[in-house]
């Protein structure tokens, strides 16, 4: 990891307060080793231009700390072609981090870099839940927590998060299957709207988002480009794929600022902006 001092406190209590600390990886090893998400079978054959992902990431990365964003960086492993999206594996709820429990095999060694910066940290985390849960599958609402039913997410991983924290509403979402994470289809922007790609999810979870959020819908396109994975940072302030005109068009229009970074080369692993992101304090 960078030289660099790294506050010890843990608070994400939402998905759009300001962002202070963040763990990232740069995605100097990444390929596609196995094909292990829709997305990537699009892009099998051409794989990934590392340095031109390197780039993307370098140009996103500067764009949060030039709004004061505390970019913390893990050491990329060679082993690990899918590192970058630190997202996965953990996440935290208000003041605990939990480490995620990894469904698939090539991403199960990578909580090992994250385990061991917390403990040279003196971070606290939680340890795994039974089953198999990720963080691109957990969205943060206050006192309730959404989480996606995923491939890669277990019904019991869920139900034990429930009992694990009963002063909260975990609220499962039954995803499509091709559907990778929750945060592919669904991100909340501010204390009332949120990104959805409606088919993605039953009828029943439809209603439940339509009843507590204004929904802005994302277009078939917008989601293979991952379009409601932005990153909010704060203060209205949202990083989105500058390709997702129309999307950014209405993001404006409703009040947010627009950071609009072109992140293609790492799209095409089947994870963006939020992916990439391992939020450890909120403000």
């Known amino acids: 990891m960078n030289g660099v001092a790294v506050d010890q406190t843990i608070q994400c209590c939402t998905e759009y307060t300001s962002l202070k600390n963040v ?8 390929r596609m080793t196995e094909i292990i998400n829709e ?7 051409s794989n990934i231009n590392i340095s031109l992902a390197l780039q993307q990431h370098e140009e996103f990365v500067k764009v949060l700390k030039d709004h004061n964003v505390n970019v913390l960086e893990l050491s990329a492993d ?13 996440f935290t709820i208000q003041d605990e981090l939990y480490i995620a429990s990894m469904s698939e095999s090539v991403r199960q060694p990578e909580i090992n870099t994250l385990k061991a910066f917390l403990e040279d940290n003196s971070i606290t985390y939680k340890e795994v839940l039974p089953g198999s849960i990720e963080g691109g ?13 995923s491939g890669r997410t277990s019904q019991v991983a869920i139900q034990e998060l429930q009992k694990r924290l009963p002063s909260y509403n975990v609220q499962p979402l039954s995803l499509r299957n091709d559907i990778l994470h929750l945060d592919c289809v669904f ?23 339509e009843a507590r959020f204004q929904l802005i819908h994302v277009s078939d396109e917008e989601q293979f480009h991952m379009g409601p994975n932005v990153l909010s940072i704060g203060n209205g302030k949202i990083v989105s794929l500058s390709q997702n005109k129309r999307l950014n068009r209405i993001l404006t229009s409703l009040g947010f600022r627009v950071l609009p970074v072109d992140f293609s ?16 304090e909120r403000g």
């Open 23 to 30: 763990l990232v990886v740069k995605p100097s090893f990444m």
């Open 39 to 45: 997305t990537q079978k699009h892009y099998e054959n």
């Open 265 to 280: 080369e790492i799209i095409k692993s089947g994870g963006s902006f939020r992916c990439c992101t391992l939020p450890l």
């Open 137 to 149: 599958d957990v969205v943060m609402d206050g006192s309730t927590v959404w989480v996606g039913n």
């Open 187 to 209: 991100n909340i922007i501010s204390k009332d709207i949120a990104l959805v790609y409606p088919p993605a999810f039953t009828k029943a979870d439809m209603r439940k988002l």
């Open 78 to 90: 060679p082993q690990l072609p899918e590192q970058v999206f630190t997202r996965d594996i953990g």
